[in-house]
């Protein structure tokens, strides 16, 4: 069964840093694109960063210039590191991934708590 396991969540004060991890397991099939979404109270989900296997990445207009996804993938793990935080920020971040044998298949992790407070 896949898992995908967040980490790294966290309270910050605004202009710091916190860095994001998710791991994924549970398959051997490859892994495909990647990403970072986050929900902040009475919002909808929204896409933060995604990112395919050969390391493209793509962001939402808010986070650009802050926010740097990254992934391993020999360890299977896909990173976001996240600076210059603003109390905009504050959301549950979910991690997401999709493998190349079933690319129309979405995998969620269970969500990891961001705070910033000003």
């Known amino acids: 069964q896949v898992q995908l396991v967040e980490s790294g969540g966290g309270l910050v004060q605004a202009g710091g840093s916190l860095r994001l991890s998710c791991a994924a397991s549970?398959?051997?099939?490859?892994?495909?694109?990647m990403g970072w979404y986050r929900q902040a109270p009475g919002k909808q989900r929204e896409l933060v960063a995604t990112?395919?296997?050969?390391?493209?990445?793509n962001y939402a207009d808010s986070v650009k210039g802050r926010f740097t996804i990254s992934r391993d993938n020999a360890k299977r793990t896909v990173y976001l590191q996240m600076n210059s935080l603003k109390p905009e920020d504050t959301a549950v971040y979910y991690c997401n991934a999709r493998y190349t044998v079933s690319p129309r298949v979405s995998y969620w992790g269970q969500g990891t708590q961001v705070t910033v407070s000003s």
């Open positions: 990112i395919t296997t050969g390391g493209s990445a």
């Open positions: 549970g398959s051997a099939f490859r892994l495909g694109d």
